[in-house]
């Protein structure tokens, strides 16, 4: 009987302490989790204001960590098929953005300069929001954990060929990691024709036909001649119902 009643004691003990640990061990802090990525497509007309900042409670959960926020920008243009970049053609800037880094960074914005020759058709987003005011193209989304990629594309239309014959992008990128604010910059430039091909022949002194006077001139002469005729006819038909 006593060794059982000091098994149960034992037992009793050991169960107190286990709640006790339950009730006393800190929570867990709350796992980072991104955002949900999602697509969006918008006419220049229709786009949508841009999303708001992560908050205080976002910084702390993916600031207050160790490693480095390392952010990628490239910006390339591609032509439609077929196009050359001739007033009226179509020219799409893709703009990739990624995480080189083992931390996360937050608050991630970037502006494209669109130029003055393009007019802005329509932007598409991997992630986050954009706005779009006059020329320039504001894209935000609130994180970019480590691995992380997404793309944006504008469409744009040549309205006129610039004359150094290059229509040119620049994209800039304004973050925030656990060392501070980050900046990166990205520039392309799509080069189209700016005036008629050279042959490398210099232009023939003779070319055929020239000297000969023109189509144009030979019809006039031609009509001026029949006019000619037709008035002579007239006339002497006056003078013999008028003789004298």
């Known amino acids: 009987?006593?060794?059982?009643?000091?098994?149960?004691?034992?037992?009793?003990?050991?169960?107190?302490?286990?709640?006790?640990?339950?009730?006393?061990?800190?929570?867990?802090?709350?796992?980072?989790?991104?955002?949900?990525?999602?697509?969006?497509?918008?006419?220049?007309?229709?786009?949508?204001?841009?999303?708001?900042?992560?908050?205080?409670a976002g910084y702390s959960c993916l600031l207050d960590q160790d490693g480095t926020f390392r952010p990628s920008l490239t910006v390339k243009g591609m032509l439609a098929p077929g196009a050359l970049g001739l007033p009226g053609e179509q020219?799409?800037?893709?703009?990739?953005?990624?995480?080189?880094?083992?931390?996360p960074g937050a608050d991630i914005k970037i502006t494209d300069r669109v130029y003055d020759e393009l007019r802005i058709d329509s932007v598409e987003v991997d992630r986050g929001d954009f706005a779009i005011s006059e020329q320039v193209v504001v894209f935000n989304t609130p994180t970019l954990q480590p691995g992380e990629h997404f793309?944006?594309?504008?469409?744009?239309?040549?309205?006129?060929?610039?004359?150094?014959?290059?229509?040119a992008n620049r994209a800039q990128l304004t973050a925030v990691g656990p060392d501070g604010?980050?900046?990166?910059?990205?520039?392309?430039?799509?080069?189209?024709?700016?005036?008629?091909?050279?042959?490398?022949?210099?232009?023939?002194?003779?070319?055929?036909?020239?000297?000969?006077?023109?189509?144009?001139?030979?019809?006039?002469?031609a009509v001026a001649l029949v006019a000619l005729a037709a008035w002579f006819v007239w006339w002497r038909g006056r003078i013999r119902m008028h003789p004298g």
Request: charged share 10%; glycine share 10%; hydrophobic share 50%.
């Open 151 to 167: 793309q944006m594309r504008i469409n744009t239309t040549v309205l006129r060929t610039p004359p150094s014959g290059s229509l």
């Open 91 to 103: 020219i799409t800037w893709i703009i990739t953005v990624g995480n080189n880094g083992t931390a």
């Open 181 to 221: 604010v980050v900046e990166e910059t990205a520039l392309t430039e799509v080069f189209v024709p700016s005036g008629l091909p050279a042959t490398g022949y210099p232009p023939a002194d003779d070319l055929p036909g020239s000297g000969e006077p023109s189509v144009l001139a030979v019809a006039l002469g």
């Open 1 to 56: 009987m006593r060794g059982r009643s000091v098994a149960s004691a034992i037992a009793t003990v050991l169960v107190a302490l286990a709640w006790l640990a339950v009730l006393v061990e800190p929570a867990a802090a709350a796992p980072c989790v991104p955002p949900l990525s999602r697509y969006v497509t918008a006419f220049a007309a229709e786009a949508g204001g841009l999303s708001g900042s992560i908050g205080a």
